[in-house]
């Protein structure tokens, strides 16, 4: 039994890599249940035994994303010192969001119509925004009107890196002064 269920959760997880390469191909929405399903060597019908509709398969990309960051999140060593541990901050975050805009479009941008993630895959976005929280209170910045400027300010500069000039660098180039703009500011 135990042998199945791990045969199980490694064709979910082939099924989940083929949905990343086909949403890094044709966009998060541009590809169908049959083709994933050719990707992965079984027909359509065969795929409602790993997910019962599309939107699992969104839903467990989202939770995947959110623990990613969250994964990076940790792992970032933040300087005590407060301006630079907002510079680490925001070059983490930045970097991991347009590193892969598939899944920057299906953690910010609510690409998918009517999709909604899941109250579990939706659990690591709080964790990561929690994270972030106590990272800016460790350096005095507890006010929720400054998290939700930091989180404009990082997702707008992100949203026009991935949109204007994917692959390059023209709003990278602003991070260091839109961070010290949101220090001056804050701090």
């Not at 989202?62 to 630079?84: C, I, K, M, N």
């Not at 892969?100 to 690409?111: D, G």
Request: aromatic share 10%; net charge negative.
């Amino acid at each position: 039994m135990e042998q199945r269920s791990e045969r199980h959760l490694a064709t979910r997880e082939e099924i989940l890599a083929m949905a990343w390469s086909l949403s890094e191909d044709k966009g998060l929405a541009g590809w169908s249940l049959r083709e994933l399903a050719a990707g992965v060597g079984m027909r359509a019908p065969s795929l409602y035994v790993y997910f019962r509709a599309k939107d699992q398969i969104y839903d467990a990309m989202f939770g995947e994303s959110y623990r990613q960051l969250l994964e990076r999140s940790v792992a970032t060593p933040l300087p005590d010192e407060p301006r630079s541990r907002l510079h680490a901050m925001a070059s983490m975050f930045f970097d991991f969001a347009v590193e892969n805009p598939a899944r920057l479009q299906l953690m910010f941008w609510r690409v998918i119509p009517g999709f909604e993630p899941s109250a579990e895959a939706y659990a690591p976005s709080l964790q990561a925004l929690t994270l972030g929280q106590e990272a800016l209170a460790g350096i005095g910045i507890a006010d929720q009107a400054a998290m939700d400027m930091w989180t404009a300010v990082l997702t707008g500069l992100v949203t026009q890196q991935a949109s204007n000039d994917p692959g390059g660098e023209r709003w990278r180039r602003l991070l260091d002064e839109a961070v010290d703009m949101f220090a001056a500011a804050y701090l």
